[in-house]
């Protein structure tokens, strides 16, 4: 496959590598005349381990070449590759300049005597919504009616610096947006000797993934760095510290915990959550990521209920099924459902509860004074799962699963714990 790499920078050059080393002839673009004169000259104008050698092959080989123009070469080109920077604005946005101004350049090159659509991929990274709210109208603005002669696919870039060849052959996932979420036959081709996990999905879906990614290792990385400054300041080993956590793959280093849903609650979580954050006080640790969990938590649950109660018209009746912090308990305490219960109540919505693990007469301790503390008329919003299935409800909110399993009469279901 003949293939166009716009953007000569670390994601750029490697990408045009890479690709070479497949067997495809790249043709590199780039406004830089610096950045191209050394692609041409065969080495990497970035530094990267094993990038010089790979672009020396290539540009030996006859497969590797760079220019600032690419009116030329385009129309042979089956794939056109998008890497150019998205970097920070003065507002923390990302400057969309550098795609703005390739997509034109792609849009205004493709000629209408081509036999194939150019399949026009982005890796570059971009804000959900970039490809159909901005690179899209591009190309229909210029093409008009001849959409047909492209594919916009995006498709977002895994590579980590200094280790950016082999993230590139051995990628944790491969991600792909496309119009409908379908397959993408050159992407396929391009990625048909790589071995990795692959999504196909919406545009935004795609485009979100890599703000995910990043933000979550650096959230691991404030995290660490708080909890190593709290052990710092007790006389604790990190590294010891560090070393049993890992060894939890089951919940610790897994994907229990990872997935969007519900509040957190009950009795541990949020009072070790408090505790850590006395003694980063009392020591000087300053944890400032451990300080805004509880916060976070409690944005969470008015998003729960505000996200409920636009489905329930005045005087509507709302069935919650499930009271518990969690399924096989009745501990109430610092449950989650406790507190979007009372916001319905607070809100005059007619509430009703079914739990059949929540018995009040059996409640005992803490247990017993957080739940009427908080809900003083809990005895009389607890109804049997006969009354349940029988009255008609504006809406039911699952927060256990138990819907589909149950014969419910109501206008709308929302399952808390997938946000649907």
């Not at 104008?45 to 690419?70: C, F, I, N, Q, Y």
């Not at 505790?275 to 006080?281: E, F, K, P, W």
């Not at 409640?363 to 009354?387: C, D, E, M, T």
Request: with cysteine; net charge negative.
């Amino acid at each position: 496959m003949k293939i166009a790499v716009f953007g000569l920078g670390y994601v750029g050059i490697t990408e045009a590598a890479c690709l070479t080393r497949q067997g495809h002839e790249v043709i590199g673009v780039d406004v830089s005349d610096e950045k191209v004169a050394i692609v041409n000259a065969g080495k990497s104008p970035v530094t990267e381990p094993g990038l010089d050698d790979l672009v020396g092959r290539a540009v030996r080989k006859g497969l590797l070449s760079a220019t600032k123009d690419a009116s030329r070469h385009l129309d042979s080109c089956a794939m056109a590759i998008v890497c150019v920077g998205t970097p920070s604005a003065p507002d923390g946005s990302h400057n969309m300049s550098y795609i703005v101004e390739v997509s034109h350049q792609i849009a205004e090159l493709v000629g209408p005597a081509r036999a194939t659509a150019l399949t026009v991929v982005f890796r570059s990274t971009m804000r959900p919504g970039t490809i159909e709210e901005l690179v899209l109208p591009i190309f229909e603005d210029a093409l008009r009616d001849r959409m047909d002669l492209v594919e916009l696919a995006y498709y977002p870039e895994f590579l980590r610096e200094s280790v950016a060849i082999e993230d590139y052959f051995n990628p944790p996932k491969i991600v792909i947006g496309t119009k409908d979420g379908e397959r993408c036959t050159a992407l396929d081709e391009l990625n048909a000797r790589i071995e990795a996990p692959v999504f196909y999905t919406s545009y935004r879906a795609a485009e979100m993934t890599k703000f995910v990614d990043n933000s979550f290792h650096a959230v691991k990385i404030a995290f660490a760095n708080e909890v190593g400054r709290v052990c710092d300041k007790l006389g604790i080993s990190a590294a010891t510290v560090h070393k049993i956590f890992v060894s939890d793959t089951k919940l610790n280093i897994s994907p229990y915990y990872l997935r969007p849903g519900g509040a957190f609650g009950g009795s541990c979580l949020p009072k070790d959550v408090r505790a850590l954050q006395y003694i980063a006080s009392d020591v000087g640790a300053h944890t400032h990521v451990v300080d805004s969990v509880l916060r976070s938590n409690d944005a969470h649950k008015t998003f729960l209920f505000e996200n409920c109660v636009k489905s329930v018209p005045a005087g509507g009746h709302v069935l919650m099924l499930g009271l518990a912090f969690k399924e096989d308990s009745d501990d109430l305490r610092e449950s989650p459902n406790i507190d979007l219960a009372r916001k319905f109540l607070q809100s005059h919505i007619d509430l009703s509860i079914y739990d059949p693990h929540v018995e009040p007469s059996k409640l005992l301790g803490q247990n017993l004074g957080y739940a009427f503390s908080n809900l003083p008329a809990l005895r009389k919003l607890l109804i049997p799962k006969s009354v349940a299935e029988s009255e008609l409800f504006d809406l039911v909110v699952d927060t256990r699963g138990w819907a589909k399993h149950m014969a419910l009469r109501t206008r709308r279901v929302i399952d808390v714990n997938t946000l649907s």
